[in-house]
Each structure stands twice: as C-alpha cells, then as structure tokens.
C-alpha cells in the first residue's frame, strides 16, 4: 500500500489505525506511513477524529473497515522483502511459516539505552500482543524484560483489553531468585496479565517451591528423587506433570529469546553451577535459549548435543517437546494463536532463524535490528542452495 499518494481521507484512516491500534507516536506513524512529516500526520489524525475514524478514546473503529483492509494495514508493519524471504525460506524446506510484525525500539546499548528501547517498543507493540490475546484461552508466560514491556504498554492502553474475556495466565518456568526481586519471573508477569484482564480474579499459579535445575553432578537415583519432589509440587503439577496438566490445554505462550552470549538472562549463572559448565562452553554449544529451553547450534558433534541434551535434562519448566506440539497445532488450526516470540537486538536473529528451523515459532513480534540480521541471515542461507 502506497500511504503517501492515497486522497487525504484515505491517508487520515491509516494514520487513526496505526495511533489507536499500536499506540504509535505521530513520529512513528509518519515513518510507518512511508515517511510523512510529524505536522501532516497531525493533520491526519485531527481529520480522522472529525471523520469519526478515530474516536475521542483512540479507539479505532475497526467495524467500518473490511478485513482485507485491516488485513493490509498490519503488512505495513511486516516488511514486504523479509515477509518474502521468511515464505520463501519456509517453503522451500518445509517449515512452518510464522507471522511477523515489526516494531522500532531506537538505538543504543548501554543498560539505560535498553531500557529506553524496551519501553519503546512495549508501547508500539503491545496492541499486536494483545490482538494475538483475544482469540486465547489458557496462556503460557515465560520471563524477561521485553515480555514485561509488552505487558505494561498493554497496561497503560485500557483501550486494548476485553475484559469479557475468560483467560487463564500460568507461568511456564521456575522462580529465580533474581528474576523475582526484580519484577520480571514468570510468575509475577503472568500475575500481571491476570491483574489486566481479568482484575486478578483469575486462577494464578506461581512457580515457587522448586529448583529450576536439577544439578547434573547428582547420581541417578539422587536426580530422580529430586524430579519426584518436583513432580509432586501442586504447581508443578498443575501446570506440567499432573492428570489434565494446564499446558496441554495451552494455546499461547508468550516468550522471549536469548542469544548464545546472554542465554537465561538473568539465570545464567544458575545455569552454569547447575551443568558444571563455563559462560564459553554454553556460548560454544547454543545460539540462543526459549523459556528457559536452550537451543543446539546446527552441525554440533554428536558429543555436544548429547551434552546440551543433559543440560536441558536438568530444566524442571516446560519441554521442547510441548512447544513444539503447540506450534504444530497453531501451525494447523486458525484458532491457536500458538508461540509468539518477542525479541530485541540484532543478536536475537540467529537465535529466531535457529527457532524457524526446529519448527517453535508461530508468531514473531520483533524491533527492526532483529528483524535486519533475520533478514541478512535467510537470505545468506538461501544462497547456498
């Protein structure tokens, strides 16, 4: 779609979109509109209020528009030439296709500059993540602070919640001590959804009682009787081990990525005491982890994926079996939103790209530099066929 040479009105009904739905900045909407200046996007936005496309509380009026409009508007947010180059990919080994949308988050990387990304991006994407939400029923949540910025910018635009919507959040990994304290396990932001949503009325589970790792340097028998305690845990079970476990009836989670120089951030050294393994060796062996899983770089030795392998042995949260099996399904049916992957930083593509291969990413909620080296990557990968 050509924004920039539609008739006002038409450009005025893309603008009201784009700042009601994604909460976009007059900055921001100019850009995703092909580069129109913040003075005409205002314009634009004053025309659509007094059209009634834009109503009073930017809430956009959705019901005047066909789908295969709406259906065009996300594709501005969806490059044109690496939604290609995913389809391409995709079907010429066979993988499952996911979704993808872009979001700006700035420059930067110093912690502080992160954290103006993140809250950047959190603001601008949370309406897609709470589109994805409205066809969900029970909601896998992992930890981190991307998924806790999508989350607060969901927060603070009441506008994008039904709350006559029946969800049930579940955390899908483990407490860590450090994650906890700050804000971001979890557990705490599954309790969060549950507080937008559904007032915390909700059924909320919270992953505490139990270690993350089973350390690899117990015998057998020792290992088996720690998994048994764990197994035993009423959250435990109720999300993974028990009769009717919640994360069969899953049809969302909401995770991050890692990348292989900050895998678990936030748990790595738990990781390390755990797998009696070095910072360097688990950079040599993963690109990446997801929830908590970690995820073999391709062509290991048979060695080295036996021993990530043990590693992911160790992890008491939820298995790459049962994310893969909900992909599948979403990958299948209209209805499951699926795995919805958040991510920032050009160092997460290797990791996504890594995800599209083993068939675990239905929907792809991304910044721009993910979505360059992604981009950079499919078409590196392409070429040597």
């Given at each position: 779609?050509?924004?920039?040479?539609?008739?006002?009105?038409?450009?005025?009904?893309?603008?009201?979109?784009?700042?009601?739905?994604?909460?976009?900045?007059?900055?921001?909407?100019?850009?995703?509109?092909?580069?129109?200046?913040?003075?005409?996007?205002?314009?634009?936005?004053?025309?659509?209020?007094?059209?009634?496309?834009?109503?009073?509380?930017?809430?956009?009026?959705?019901?005047?528009?066909?789908?295969?409009?709406?259906?065009?508007?996300?594709?501005?947010?969806?490059?044109?030439?690496?939604?290609?180059?995913?389809?391409?990919?995709?079907?010429?080994?066979?993988?499952?296709?996911?979704?993808?949308?872009?979001?700006?988050?700035?420059?930067?990387?110093?912690?502080?500059?992160?954290?103006?990304?993140?809250?950047?991006?959190?603001?601008?994407?949370?309406?897609?993540?709470?589109?994805?939400?409205?066809?969900?029923?029970?909601?896998?949540?992992?930890?981190?602070?991307?998924?806790?910025?999508?989350?607060?910018?969901?927060?603070?635009?009441?506008?994008?919640?039904?709350?006559?919507?029946?969800?049930?959040?579940l955390p899908v990994c483990a407490e860590f001590v450090k994650l906890t304290q700050r804000g971001y396990s979890a557990s705490r932001l599954a309790e969060q959804l549950d507080d937008i949503y559904n007032d915390g009325n909700g059924e909320t589970v919270s992953m505490t009682g139990f270690p993350a790792f089973i350390p690899r340097a117990y015998d057998a028998d020792m290992q088996r009787s720690i998994r048994t305690l764990v197994t035993d845990t009423p959250s435990h079970a109720h999300v993974f081990s028990g009769d009717d476990p919640l994360v069969d009836r899953m049809d969302m989670l909401i995770s991050s990525v890692g990348s292989s120089q900050r895998p678990l951030i936030g748990a790595l050294e738990e990781l390390m005491h755990a797998?009696?393994?070095?910072?360097?060796?688990?950079?040599?062996?993963?690109?990446?982890?997801?929830?908590?899983?970690?995820?073999?770089?391709?062509?290991?030795?048979?060695?080295?994926?036996?021993?990530?392998?043990?590693?992911?042995?160790?992890?008491?949260?939820?298995?790459?079996?049962?994310?893969?099996?909900?992909?599948?399904?979403?990958?299948?049916?209209?209805?499951?939103?699926?795995?919805?992957?958040?991510?920032?930083?050009?160092?997460?593509?290797?990791?996504?790209?890594?995800?599209?291969?083993?068939?675990?990413?239905?929907?792809?909620?991304?910044?721009?530099?993910?979505?360059?080296?992604?981009?950079?990557?499919?078409?590196?990968?392409?070429?040597?066929?």
């Amino acid at each position: 779609m050509d924004v920039k040479n539609l008739p006002l009105d038409e450009r005025a009904q893309c603008a009201a979109y784009l700042r009601a739905r994604h909460n976009m900045s007059q900055i921001e909407i100019g850009n995703a509109l092909g580069g129109l200046s913040q003075p005409h996007v205002s314009r634009l936005l004053a025309h659509a209020q007094k059209q009634k496309y834009l109503i009073v509380t930017e809430r956009f009026a959705e019901e005047r528009f066909s789908a295969e409009w709406i259906q065009q508007m996300d594709e501005l947010l969806a490059p044109p030439a690496l939604s290609d180059a995913i389809r391409n990919y995709c079907d010429t080994h066979s993988y499952i296709q996911p979704n993808i949308r872009v979001f700006e988050s700035g420059s930067g990387q110093t912690e502080s500059a992160m954290e103006h990304r993140r809250n950047r991006f959190g603001r601008t994407a949370s309406g897609r993540l709470a589109e994805l939400l409205t066809k969900a029923n029970t909601v896998g949540v992992a930890w981190g602070r991307t998924i806790r910025a999508l989350i607060d910018g969901v927060a603070v635009s009441n506008r994008l919640v039904d709350q006559s919507q029946d969800i049930e959040f579940l955390p899908v990994c483990a407490e860590f001590v450090k994650l906890t304290q700050r804000g971001y396990s979890a557990s705490r932001l599954a309790e969060q959804l549950d507080d937008i949503y559904n007032d915390g009325n909700g059924e909320t589970v919270s992953m505490t009682g139990f270690p993350a790792f089973i350390p690899r340097a117990y015998d057998a028998d020792m290992q088996r009787s720690i998994r048994t305690l764990v197994t035993d845990t009423p959250s435990h079970a109720h999300v993974f081990s028990g009769d009717d476990p919640l994360v069969d009836r899953m049809d969302m989670l909401i995770s991050s990525v890692g990348s292989s120089q900050r895998p678990l951030i936030g748990a790595l050294e738990e990781l390390m005491h755990a797998g009696q393994v070095s910072a360097e060796q688990i950079g040599e062996l993963i690109v990446g982890d997801l929830s908590g899983i970690l995820i073999p770089k391709e062509g290991l030795s048979v060695q080295d994926r036996e021993l990530v392998n043990e590693l992911n042995g160790m992890w008491t949260g939820m298995q790459i079996e049962q994310v893969r099996s909900l992909a599948s399904r979403a990958a299948s049916d209209p209805q499951v939103t699926g795995v919805v992957i958040v991510a920032l930083q050009a160092e997460r593509g290797d990791a996504i790209l890594e995800l599209i291969r083993s068939g675990l990413v239905n929907e792809l909620i991304i910044d721009q530099a993910a979505a360059d080296r992604l981009f950079d990557l499919l078409n590196a990968s392409m070429a040597t066929l």
